[in-house]
Protein backbone atom coordinates (compact mmCIF):
# COMPACT_ATOMS: atom_id res chain seq x y z
CA UNK A 1 0.00 0.00 0.00
CA UNK A 2 1.23 3.26 -1.02
CA UNK A 3 1.34 5.59 2.21
CA UNK A 4 -0.56 8.71 2.63
CA UNK A 5 1.84 12.18 1.04
CA UNK A 6 1.12 14.82 3.81
CA UNK A 7 2.07 17.39 1.29
CA UNK A 8 -1.05 16.21 -1.02
CA UNK A 9 -3.28 15.70 2.06
CA UNK A 10 -2.31 18.85 2.85
CA UNK A 11 -3.32 20.48 -0.60
CA UNK A 12 -6.88 18.69 -0.58
CA UNK A 13 -7.73 19.48 3.15
CA UNK A 14 -7.51 23.63 2.52
CA UNK A 15 -10.27 22.77 -0.05
CA UNK A 16 -12.75 20.93 1.49
CA UNK A 17 -12.25 20.87 5.53
CA UNK A 18 -14.51 24.29 6.11
CA UNK A 19 -17.37 21.99 4.11
CA UNK A 20 -16.90 19.37 6.21
CA UNK A 21 -17.31 21.29 9.94
CA UNK A 22 -20.48 23.09 7.86
CA UNK A 23 -21.89 19.94 6.87
CA UNK A 24 -21.30 18.73 10.86
CA UNK A 25 -23.36 21.85 11.98
CA UNK A 26 -26.41 20.65 9.51
CA UNK A 27 -27.13 18.35 12.50
CA UNK A 28 -27.84 21.15 15.02
CA UNK A 29 -24.98 23.25 17.15
CA UNK A 30 -22.39 21.63 18.05
CA UNK A 31 -19.56 21.88 20.97
CA UNK A 32 -15.96 22.91 19.15
CA UNK A 33 -14.43 20.23 20.67
CA UNK A 34 -16.69 17.52 19.48
CA UNK A 35 -16.50 19.22 16.26
CA UNK A 36 -12.28 18.13 16.34
CA UNK A 37 -12.93 15.15 17.51
CA UNK A 38 -14.75 14.00 14.91
CA UNK A 39 -12.35 15.53 12.64
CA UNK A 40 -9.35 14.42 13.70
CA UNK A 41 -10.66 10.93 14.67
CA UNK A 42 -8.76 9.31 11.29
CA UNK A 43 -6.01 11.38 10.82
CA UNK A 44 -6.96 12.94 7.32
CA UNK A 45 -9.58 15.55 7.32
CA UNK A 46 -7.70 17.21 10.07
CA UNK A 47 -3.97 16.43 12.03
CA UNK A 48 -4.61 18.25 15.05
CA UNK A 49 -7.14 20.56 16.29
CA UNK A 50 -5.05 23.67 16.10
CA UNK A 51 -6.35 24.33 12.71
CA UNK A 52 -10.04 24.15 13.58
CA UNK A 53 -10.41 27.39 16.23
CA UNK A 54 -9.28 29.95 13.60
CA UNK A 55 -11.25 27.90 10.80
CA UNK A 56 -14.20 28.30 13.02
CA UNK A 57 -13.44 32.11 13.66
CA UNK A 58 -13.49 32.77 9.64
CA UNK A 59 -16.76 30.82 8.87
CA UNK A 60 -18.06 33.20 12.24
CA UNK A 61 -16.92 36.14 10.88
CA UNK A 62 -18.40 35.34 6.73
CA UNK A 63 -21.45 34.75 8.24
CA UNK A 64 -21.47 31.24 7.69
CA UNK A 65 -21.57 29.81 11.15
CA UNK A 66 -22.95 31.53 14.71
CA UNK A 67 -22.31 30.97 18.17
CA UNK A 68 -23.94 30.42 21.47
CA UNK A 69 -22.56 30.20 24.56
CA UNK A 70 -23.88 27.48 26.99
CA UNK A 71 -23.48 26.97 30.75
CA UNK A 72 -21.91 23.30 31.17
CA UNK A 73 -22.49 20.64 33.74
CA UNK A 74 -18.94 19.91 33.95
CA UNK A 75 -17.09 23.66 33.63
CA UNK A 76 -17.29 26.99 32.62
CA UNK A 77 -19.63 27.57 29.24
CA UNK A 78 -19.18 26.09 26.51
CA UNK A 79 -19.26 28.18 22.70
CA UNK A 80 -21.43 26.16 20.67
CA UNK A 81 -21.50 26.97 16.63
CA UNK A 82 -24.62 26.72 14.31
CA UNK A 83 -25.16 27.26 10.50
CA UNK A 84 -26.15 30.00 9.33
CA UNK A 85 -28.60 30.38 6.27
CA UNK A 86 -25.90 31.67 4.62
CA UNK A 87 -23.43 28.51 5.66
CA UNK A 88 -26.52 25.77 4.31
CA UNK A 89 -26.33 27.46 0.91
CA UNK A 90 -22.85 27.63 1.07
CA UNK A 91 -22.32 23.94 1.62
CA UNK A 92 -25.56 23.12 -1.22
CA UNK A 93 -23.10 24.71 -3.53
CA UNK A 94 -20.28 23.40 -2.23
CA UNK A 95 -21.84 19.70 -2.45
CA UNK A 96 -23.28 20.30 -5.86
CA UNK A 97 -20.29 21.58 -7.17
CA UNK A 98 -17.97 18.54 -5.36
CA UNK A 99 -19.94 15.48 -6.55
CA UNK A 100 -19.30 16.14 -10.11
CA UNK A 101 -15.66 17.05 -9.41
CA UNK A 102 -15.20 13.75 -7.31
CA UNK A 103 -16.49 11.61 -9.90
CA UNK A 104 -14.12 13.08 -12.75
CA UNK A 105 -11.02 13.13 -10.52
CA UNK A 106 -12.13 9.36 -9.87
CA UNK A 107 -12.50 8.76 -13.10
CA UNK A 108 -9.41 10.27 -14.41
CA UNK A 109 -7.65 8.25 -11.40
CA UNK A 110 -9.46 4.92 -12.58
CA UNK A 111 -8.42 5.24 -16.73
CA UNK A 112 -6.62 2.97 -17.35
CA UNK A 113 -6.89 0.22 -14.58
CA UNK A 114 -8.27 -2.98 -14.71
CA UNK A 115 -11.72 -3.57 -14.27
Known amino acids: MVPVDSGILSHLRRGALEYCVLAMLREGPTYGFDIAR???????????EGTLYPLLSRLRKSGLVETTWQESTSGPPRRYYALTGAGALALDS???TWRPFRDAVDAALNKGEPS
Do not use: C, P, W, Y
Open 38 to 48: RLTGDGILMAS
Open 94 to 96: FTA
